[in-house]
């Protein structure tokens, strides 16, 4: 088991715990997305960019009206993946809290 190096990034990481505790065809709204995470427009187009080409989210562009709306929702293999690494974490802290500890 080894970290997964594209979802180990904390904006990442946050972005796909949160789409990974929606059921799996449910979306969140990029403004959502973005109060959840809590980061600038640029900053979480950029990371769902680099979620996207690893095929760890899908991200759907429409018009509701004549505004802009964009949805993303993480992918099974994105919900594979974090868990994945949320195991890895969950590893490493166990190790660290079972080692002995020095005075």
Avoid at 20 to 34: C, V
Avoid at 59 to 74: D, M
Wanted: proline share 2%.
């Amino acid at each position: 088991m080894s970290a997964d190096e594209i979802i180990h990034q904390s904006t990442r990481l946050r972005i796909m715990a949160a789409l990974s505790m929606l059921e799996r065809r449910q979306t969140l709204d990029f403004t959502g997305l973005k109060a959840i995470v809590d980061v600038t427009d640029g900053n979480l187009g950029a990371h769902l960019d680099t979620l996207a080409r690893a095929c760890y989210v899908d991200i759907e562009k429409l018009f509701v009206g004549r505004r802009p709306q964009t949805r993303v929702r993480a992918t099974t293999s994105g919900r594979r993946a974090f868990r994945s690494h949320a195991a890895f974490l969950r590893k490493i802290l166990d190790q660290a809290e079972a080692a002995p500890r020095r005075k």
